[in-house]
């Protein structure tokens, strides 16, 4: 009976899910469901999305399409775009378990002297001081490396935000996903700890500035007259799409400033999911890393799949990488970690491709780690 009458995609979806999941198992009742739900499906509905990619992956339904997977994940990349965190979760743990069974017979690697690079060579790292904005630390203790990240959050406002403190704290959990248990340089076990501090200092800071709608507009005001024309194009599509970046001087080093400047789709910084998924992105710029992505985009050529294993179990639909520095939704890989360990050892910001103009690709990549 509800099904002749107009109802919304979200209403749709959940009448849906109940007739389909009914536990009576009435074949007509499924069979209304699963209507409901592809009505849900075509008006864009992520969670609906998520529930009929999740059938077709477990094998409930068959798809009319030739491959059933690629027609499910099409469907769950979309719910993950339209912010079904469920899809997010499921892509995370779907490329993750891809990447353990790809190197679940690597052997371990235990030095008895500390973490090693794929030479065999003693790694250390002390950047620590005033001048450095994001200290890094690496120690071995009790047997065990550990990687510990610190850095003094100064939120700057250039214009007052209404809920400041919950768009703080989307920020500060967004970086805090850095912090965790990885495999590096061959399989040897490495610890990254977090340690965030909001202290009023002077110097030795990591900005963090939400860019609003007026002062973006003023931003483009200034750059349409004084940015060099190579550039200007740049930052006009930058603040007219609402992309958040970060920024570390001409050029990044350990001692260079780093600004992280965020966007919101909304305009009002009330979409938390999106700012703590950008700005675990951006700490990523912050911490030495550069962009990943699979085909080209501004002035970097892409990064095809087949280039590299380790990142290959991450691939989806060959379209992107579902990783950190692709796909700011993506989790944080070992290889992100090796690249990390490299850009704070070797005072070198690390890349995944070239840009056209200049930069070498990371010595981390390659090594089918």
């Not at 007052?160 to 703080?168: G, N, V």
């Not at 305009?267 to 951006?282: N, Q, T």
């Not at 992505?293 to 290959?312: C, F, M, N, R, W």
């Amino acid at each position: 009976m509800e099904e002749d009458i107009k109802l919304s995609p979200e209403q749709a979806r959940e009448i849906g899910k109940a007739y389909f999941f009914a536990s009576d198992g009435d074949a007509e009742k499924r069979s209304a469901g699963l209507k409901l739900l592809l009505q849900a499906v075509s008006g864009n509905d992520p969670e609906a999305q998520f529930v009929i990619s999740r059938l077709l992956l477990d094998g409930v339904l068959k798809s009319l399409e030739t491959d059933s997977e690629e027609h499910a994940l099409r469907l769950m990349c979309s719910a993950a775009n339209n912010g079904c965190i469920q899809a997010r979760a499921f892509l995370n743990a779907y490329c993750e378990q891809r990447y353990d069974k790809e190197f679940d017979e690597r052997p371990q690697i235990v030095s008895e002297k500390g973490l090693v690079d794929f030479d065999g060579r003693p790694i250390k790292i002390n950047r620590q001081g005033i001048f450095t904005p994001i200290d890094a630390l690496l120690e071995f203790k009790d047997g065990k490396n550990i990687l510990t990240l610190s850095t003094n959050i100064l939120f700057f406002y250039g214009e007052e935000i209404a809920a400041s403190e919950e768009f703080e704290q989307a920020v500060l959990s967004g970086i805090m996903e850095w912090q965790g248990d990885y495999e590096v340089f061959g399989g040897q076990k490495l610890t990254v700890k977090l340690q965030l501090t909001k202290d009023n200092n002077i110097f030795d800071n990591l900005i963090i500035m939400p860019l609003t709608d007026k002062i973006g507009s003023n931003v483009k005001k200034i750059s349409d007259k004084l940015a060099p024309k190579n550039k200007k194009e740049q930052i006009i599509n930058t603040l007219t799409n609402k992309r958040s970046f970060a920024a570390a001087g001409v050029k990044w080093s350990v001692n260079s400033r780093k600004i992280i400047f965020i966007q919101s789709k909304s305009g009002l910084f009330d979409d938390y999911e999106e700012i703590k998924a950008v700005a675990k992105h951006e700490f990523g710029h912050t911490i030495g890393l550069g962009d990943l992505y699979a085909s080209a985009i501004d002035t970097l050529p892409g990064v095809e799949k087949g280039t590299y294993t380790e990142l290959d179990c991450y691939a989806i639909r060959d379209k992107y990488y579902n990783l950190v520095m692709c796909d700011h939704h993506g989790p944080v890989s070992n290889n992100d970690i090796e690249m990390v360990v490299l850009a704070f050892r070797d005072n070198k910001m690390q890349l995944y491709q070239p840009s056209k103009l200049k930069g070498t690709i990371s010595s981390a990549l390659g090594k089918g780690n």
